[in-house]
């Protein structure tokens, strides 16, 4: 995954909203969204079927998890999968405990990443490049790509941060379409990665997904390819089979206050 959009606490009645394009190689095998078997109970995440791990997840306790890369010169493929650690973010039954945790890991044992994690109070993400950082998220818009979130001196994530935070602060009835567009869109020019939706020979936006995790009103929709020319299909149910919790805590938006 290497564009993350979050709306973490900005309506009152969703405590976050995810918008995420996987951009990978086109041979690698994945599977889409599924109830699964996590390690500390059942999770609601896609599969990369080479590495066995995921790009992003939600658990019964309603903590989400994603990850994104880093670019780095020397990318060791004998290191344990990035994918993993998403699996083992969704194995805490909060935001914070999976912070803590993944604050704690060790020098040089993974490629670098972001990982963005998330429930109902807290976001934060762990930014490992040799060694993991921690940035606390204020309730707002963030966007996770592949230098540090919310990086505005990154075109793409400026641009990115910008189309969000006008989502976010339109009608709530919108908010659905706004980001399913900012997932869909494409700059003009030779750079094809500047894109939200990448298309680069074999290379590019594998899936989009869009999740929103709030009291009565969850939606879960993914779509497998391209979301410029892919459908999104509807996987709510699933949200339900799970048994997310729901609350948000009125008062405590962002952008809005609680009716």
């Not at 095998?29 to 996590?38: I, N």
């Not at 791990?53 to 903590?63: E, L, Q, S």
């Not at 590019?204 to 497998?224: E, K, Q, Y």
């Not at 020319?229 to 008062?251: I, M, V």
Request: net charge neutral; proline share 6%; aromatic share 6%.
């Amino acid at each position: 995954m290497c564009t993350l959009v979050a709306l973490h606490r900005c309506t009152p009645d969703a405590f976050l909203w995810i918008a995420a394009n996987r951009d990978e190689y086109l041979d690698r095998a994945a599977e889409g969204p599924s109830l699964r078997a996590g390690r500390n109970g059942p999770v609601i995440a896609p599969l990369d079927r080479r590495a066995g791990g995921t790009w992003w997840g939600v658990n019964a306790h309603g903590v989400f998890a994603a990850i994104t890369n880093r670019p780095t010169r020397a990318l060791d493929a004998t290191r344990r999968s990035r994918g993993q650690l998403v699996l083992d973010a969704l194995a805490h039954d909060s935001a914070q405990a999976a912070t803590d945790a993944l604050s704690e890991l060790g020098r040089d044992l993974y490629n670098p990443f972001n990982l963005f994690v998330a429930d109902t109070n807290d976001a934060a993400a762990i930014v490992y490049d040799e060694t993991p950082r921690v940035m606390l998220l204020a309730p707002g818009v963030h966007v996770v790509g592949n230098a540090d979130p919310n990086a505005r001196e990154v075109a793409k994530i400026r641009r990115t941060l910008d189309r969000a935070e006008a989502v976010a602060a339109g009608p709530v009835e919108c908010i659905a379409d706004g980001l399913t567009a900012i997932c869909r869109s494409h700059e003009a020019g030779d750079d094809p990665l500047a894109s939200t939706c990448v298309h680069r020979g074999g290379y590019g936006t594998r899936s989009s997904t869009l999740l929103r995790l709030g009291h009565g009103r969850a939606l879960l929709r993914h779509a497998d390819g391209p979301p410029c020319t892919s459908p999104y299909h509807d996987f709510t149910p699933l949200l339900a089979e799970l048994g997310t919790p729901a609350e948000t805590r009125a008062g405590e938006t962002a952008t809005r206050k609680a009716s």
